[in-house]
């Protein structure tokens, strides 16, 4: 696989940040909602997130399946 340096530098510091998903190479969509999404990783809990990106917040899971219209 393929990662994208932010992607490596994350993974192998274990760091505490939400970076793109897929090795970094998550793009942005919008939902059928009309938000503006990111698909992220943070290696320091192994959880995997969307990132909102006009409000640059981590959604919660419900709030993720609002926005992904599979309420």
Do not use: K
């Given at each position: 696989?393929?990662?994208?340096?932010?992607f490596?530098?994350a993974r192998?510091?274990n760091?505490?940040q939400w970076?793109p998903?897929?090795?970094?190479q998550?793009?942005?969509?919008?939902?059928?909602?009309?938000?503006?999404l990111?698909y992220?990783?943070?290696?320091s809990i192994?959880?995997?997130?969307?990132?909102d990106?006009d409000?640059?917040?981590i959604?919660?899971s419900?709030?993720?399946?609002?926005a992904?219209g599979i309420?």
């Open positions: 696989m393929h990662e994208t340096e932010e490596y530098m192998i510091s760091a505490d970076v998903a897929c090795g970094g998550e793009t942005p969509f919008q939902t059928r909602t009309g938000r503006r990111l992220c990783w943070n290696p192994g959880a995997h997130a969307y990132l990106l409000t640059d917040r959604l919660s419900f709030e993720a399946h609002e992904l309420a």
